[in-house]
């Protein structure tokens, strides 16, 4: 809507006095459109036999005109065909690809990373997740029983703030790329999302982080299972370990990102938008813990859910910071709107 907006209003307004500014733009859209139709029809005689060919032919250019409007400006990167040469180089088959395929989502990830070697207390402070060693601690513990097994969400902390971890330093990304194919046309690839989990800066002072669907339950798939067997989370970490030097170790081969949890409080009738909480311990803390990147099967749009009455005070920069219950909002993108429609 942003981009029809841009080209349909903002950039005729802009040619404009500023002034009857709905009625002006209202005139230039329909004068645009009978010169389109005139340009179509400039033949004029037409015999009856070919007037089922000109409706065809106002078809097919009223459809040129919407792909003109919304269609993107350039081709969209296809990060499946990237991914399948990066493996079938043998110069990189024995290294850790950025661009890769898992089930039917495709990731990207730049090849320099924002921080190329930082503690994991030290990230753990910078990012606000205090429980970060705690919860490596967990994941690794629990990957020697799983192996590359898909990873459920849930369960009490296991590991002592304190464990020593056999790796002391992190790799992180402040942002990833995914793709899927299209819901109706595997063979196509829809528009890349970006995730970002950035700490706060100078713009942003929450941070800027965004929700993913992650896989918890490896019996049921993206996008065919819907949103059965996944869980709606808050990105807010996207890292590597640093392993041992010389040393080849299995859980190494994996980017890892840290998550927040929502739980699905129910379903508003009237919207069919699914009502989002914040997961919580007993001990008040947020829910949180480290996946496989490759577990997160999507981008998902989470907005505030405002009550009759919106706080003035919030921004674009500051809701989803000062919030405590959203909606999954399935309606900002028709694959999306597919999967989640089951």
Not at 66 to 88: G, M, R, T, V, Y
Not at 147 to 165: C, E, T, V, W, Y
Not at 205 to 216: E, F, S
Request: aromatic share 12%; with cysteine; glycine share 4%.
């Amino acid at each position: 809507m942003e981009h029809a907006h841009i080209e349909v209003v903002k950039d005729p307004a802009s040619r404009t006095n500023n002034k009857d500014y709905s009625s002006q733009i209202c005139r230039h859209l329909d004068r645009v459109e009978k010169c389109r139709i005139s340009a179509i029809k400039h033949d004029g005689d037409q015999s009856d036999g070919e007037v089922d060919h000109a409706v065809d032919d106002v078809g097919e250019a009223e459809a040129a005109v919407l792909n003109d409007l919304w269609a993107p400006k350039q081709s969209p990167s296809d990060f499946f065909e990237i991914a399948a040469k990066l493996l079938a180089s043998t110069t990189l088959s024995s290294s850790l690809l950025h661009t890769f395929v898992c089930g039917s989502t495709a990731f990207h990830l730049n090849f320099r990373p924002t921080f190329r070697r930082l503690s994991v207390d030290a990230a753990a402070e910078k990012f606000a997740i205090p429980d970060l060693r705690s919860a490596l601690g967990d994941y690794l513990a629990l990957y020697n029983r799983l192996g590359r097994r898909i990873r459920p969400f849930g369960g009490a902390r296991l590991s002592a703030q304190d464990i020593p971890l056999p790796f002391e330093y992190l790799q992180i990304w402040y942002k990833v790329r995914i793709q899927q194919r299209v819901y109706h046309d595997r063979a196509s690839t829809a528009s890349a999302y970006t995730i970002h989990a950035q700490p706060p800066n100078g713009h942003w002072k929450y941070g800027r982080y965004d929700a993913a669907i992650l896989q918890v339950d490896e019996g049921h798939d993206w996008p065919d299972s819907g949103l059965t067997g996944h869980a709606v989370v808050e990105v807010r970490l996207i890292m590597h370990p640093h392993p041992p030097k010389g040393i080849n170790v299995p859980w190494a081969n994996r980017f890892l990102v840290y998550v927040w949890r929502f739980d699905v409080v129910n379903v508003e009738p009237s919207m069919h938008l699914h009502v989002l909480k914040r997961a919580v311990r007993a001990s008040g803390s947020y829910f949180g813990d480290v996946f496989p990147l490759d577990q997160i099967s999507s981008f998902a749009h989470v907005v505030p859910r405002f009550g009759e009455t919106a706080d003035k005070r919030l921004t674009y920069m500051n809701s989803f910071h000062a919030s405590q219950s959203f909606y999954l909002n399935r309606y900002f993108d028709k694959d999306f709107f597919y999967t989640t429609n089951h």
